[in-house]
Structure formats: C-alpha cells, structure tokens
C-alpha cells in the first residue's frame, strides 16, 4: 500500500515541477523574472492540490489517481500561456485564472468530502433538470443575459463587470437528468421497431425524450445563436441514450436530426451561415476582410499552428496573440505556436488518460446510474475536446465551445473541476474491493448447518 502511495503522490508531484519549469522558463524569456503575485498564486494552487489528493486518500481511498494530475498539468499549460498571451497584451487574465483554480479546488476538496455516495445525486433528477433548464435559458433573461461577439450565452453578475457562462454548469445537472431518466426508463427505449437498412429502429412512441432534448437544442442554436452549446447537449444526450440501450440506431437519428437542423439553420440564419462559409472557404479575401463571422481568426490561428512546426517557436517567443482570442477559443492554437506539434500531441494524450480512465470507470461499475453518469461527463469532455480542435484544424465548423481546464474563463474551470471531482468520486465505488468469497460461503454454510441442526432437534433426533 505505501509504495502505490508513493507512486500516486509521484504523479502529482511530476506534474507540479513540469508546470513550475513551464511557467519559470517563460517568465525568464518575457519579463526577465518570476514575478511575486504570480510565485504566491502558484505555492497556494499547488499547496491546496496536496490537500486534495491527501482529502482523496483518507476519503475516496479507492478513486482513480490519474485524472487530477493530468487536469493539472492540462491548467498549468493553460494558464502559462494566458499569462504570456497577458505580457504581450498588458492585460492580467492569467493571474485571475489562478484564483478561479484555487477556488475549483477548494469545491473540489468539498466534494471529495461530502459526497460520499453518488447515487444521492439520483434522488434529485428532477430537481437537476429544472435547475439545468433554468441555467440555460438564463441568458434570454432581458436584463440580465448579454451579448459577446454574436452569442447571447453569458450573465452579467449584479454590481460587477463579471460574467458568467451558465451553460458550463448546466451541462453538469443535465447529466444527473440524463442519466437518471435514462437509468429508470432504459428498458422501454431498448425495446426495437421495424428494421430499416439493417438496423432496428426504436419504437415511434419512444421518440419523445429525443425529439424534445433536439427542440431545446434547437431552441438555444436559434435563440442564443450558440452552435457549440447546442451540439454539446445533444450529442451528450444521444450518447448516454445508447450506453443505456446499446442500440446503434440511437445514434443514427440522432446524427441525421441534429445535421438537418443545423443544415436548415445555416441556410436560415446568419450567423450559423457564416461560420460555414468561413469553414469552407477560409482563404477567401472576402471572408477574411469580413468584420463579423469572417476567417481572419481561423486563418490566423492557422498560420500559428504552422510556425510552431515539429518542437515549436519556444515559450514566450512565438506570437500567438495575433490571432483573436488566443487565450480562450483559440488557446489550443497559441500551444500549438510555441510548443509545436509535440506539444499539443502531448495536450491530447494528456486528455486522452482522462477520458480512458473515466470509461475503464464507467465500465467496471456495476451500478447502472453511475455507468451512465460516468460515461456522459467524460463523453462530454472528449466532445469538447475534439470540437475545439477540429474547428481550429478545419476538420468541422467552428462551434465556440473552449478547451477544458486550459481555456480563460472561471466558468468552464470551475465546471470542469467538479466534472473531474466526480468522476474521481464514481472511480472509487468502481476499484473498491468486494467482499470475500470464501467468508461469505462460510457464513452460508455455518447458517445451513445451524437450520439443519433445528430441524434435527425438533425431530427429536437431538
């Protein structure tokens, strides 16, 4: 036990030094030295990671150790080329993040705590779907919902110039919906209709809850006008639709629904319009002198990719804030620029550990509600993962949606945290041990030896 102690706390203790040299070397190339708001900021994150890994051990003793130090290194990444993004554009983005990722800890530390079973969260389905839908229709609210860059997906906190993206944290109580509603109701939407093509359509009356998670999603890509957000709920739900079932047709309608309402969409509404012309034609001269919804971003991060090569321009000497928004939707990109191809292939292994682990999860639990819950927040993750990354590489559209724990912006960090908090949470139940065979067949006998003893005595052969 003490040496697979050592090796967990190794892991951790790897992915620490790597972000302190990341950060070291790029503030020795930009400013010259280690400024001390940031040395402090970063002994407090790294001191409240200890406390969470030694709150993991005396509480989920069992949990998975590979996620957090993966989510680590994926925030110190991250974090460190905000704050160099921050030194070419005078601004302070990265030490803010820092003090979003003290704060997901200690929510973190919280939960690791407190919720010592997850399948409470089932007895609060309900509850979960009404404070999920609240969350995201409350930027339609008129005077509290805002506009950024075309995409009414943000809240203005009262009495601050801080905003909120409610999507980040309603994505989280869908997920309790989903998988309980799918949990209770999995054997009716199992049950196969008519083949078609060689696959066995579901029945016409159990296409109700599919028919109305594509309105809502439908309803925020026309409403908020956020491409990203709608697709992840959708696709989230299908994809926990057919862990529950194990029915591929699932998957079909729910491609086919989804693509012919974003082809109408796009075809009827701008601003969906423009992210596809700029996906298609990313070169034109006209897309990119275009104001809004043109591919100046697209191309930009582009060329960023292709400066950084095989090992990258080095830390702190590419440029990646040229592009727009280097340091959120396009943080990938600003990687890629200064790392180079290796480094973002190591950002996507990084990412790839998180989501093996959270499936070798989902599929080692025995309880329903935890294999669908399991699977549809670590498949939520890998979407946005490869959404991002496909609209920076041009393999689909553009969505908005950011790279979790790497990207600026305290709402998806927090939300993203948590998401990792419960899965280390779901780990545990899954890796803990059963109870013995042999003790068990020897309770069994030694009570089917006292019954055949009553029995003889009351024979009176005793």
């Known amino acids: 036990m003490i040496q697979t102690r050592l090796r967990q706390i190794s892991l951790l203790l790897f992915a620490i030094v790597i972000g302190f040299v990341a950060f070291f070397q790029m503030f020795e190339r930009t400013t010259g030295g280690f400024p001390t708001n940031y040395a402090i900021s ?44 921050d030194h070419a554009k005078d601004t302070a983005v990265g030490f803010r993040q820092l003090l979003w990722a003290a704060a997901a800890l200690v929510i973190c530390g919280a939960l690791i705590v407190a919720l010592q079973d997850y399948r409470i969260l089932r007895r609060f389905s309900y509850v979960s779907m009404v404070v999920g839908l609240i969350l995201l229709l409350s930027p339609m609210i008129p005077g509290l919902g805002i506009d950024i860059n075309g995409a009414s997906v943000w809240i203005k906190i009262p009495f601050t110039n801080s905003t909120v993206q409610p999507a980040e944290f309603a994505k989280l109580f869908l997920a309790f919906f989903f998988a309980a509603y799918l949990f209770d109701h999995r054997d009716q939407l199992a049950v196969g209709g008519k083949k078609f093509l060689g696959i066995q359509l579901p029945r016409i009356k159990d296409l109700g809850p599919i028919i109305i998670i594509w309105g809502v999603s439908m309803g925020v890509l026309i409403i908020q006008h956020d491409l990203g957000t709608s697709l992840m709920f959708f696709a989230m739900f299908v994809a926990m639709l057919y862990v529950s079932t194990g029915r591929k047709s699932w998957i079909v309608i729910g491609l086919l629904a989804f693509a012919g309402g974003a082809v109408a969409a796009s075809s009827i509404f701008s601003h969906v319009g423009a992210r596809v012309d700029a996906w298609l034609h990313p070169f034109d001269n006209t897309l990119y002198n275009q104001e809004f919804g043109g591919s100046y971003q697209i191309v930009n991060g582009l060329f960023g990719l ?72 670590v498949f939520t993750m890998a979407f946005q993962v490869f959404t991002v990354v496909g609209g920076i590489t041009l393999v689909i559209p553009l969505t908005g949606l950011t790279m979790p724990y790497m990207a600026a912006g305290g709402s998806s960090l927090i939300a993203n945290y948590v998401l990792a908090a419960l899965l280390v949470v779901i780990s545990n139940a899954a890796n803990k041990p059963e109870p013995s065979t042999d003790l068990s067949e020897t309770f069994q006998y030694e009570a089917l030896a006292a019954l055949r003893d009553h029995e003889l005595k009351e024979r009176g052969v005793r």
């Open 42 to 85: 970063l002994g407090i994150v790294t001191a409240l990671y200890l406390v969470l890994w030694a709150l993991t051990i005396r509480f989920q003793p069992y949990a998975s150790q590979s996620i957090m130090p993966c989510v680590l290194l994926l925030n110190a990444i991250g974090t460190m080329m905000i704050a160099r993004i």
């Open 306 to 377: 292709a400066s950084g090569g095989l090992a990258g321009t080095g830390l702190g000497q590419g440029h990646p804030d040229i592009t727009p928004f280097a340091n959120s939707d396009y943080i990938y990109a600003s990687v890629g620029e200064e790392l180079g191809l290796a480094g973002i292939l190591a950002v996507l292994m990084l990412y790839l550990i998180i989501i093996a682990s959270g499936f070798i999860t989902a599929m080692k639990i025995k309880d329903g509600f935890g294999k669908l819950l399991a699977s549809g927040l």
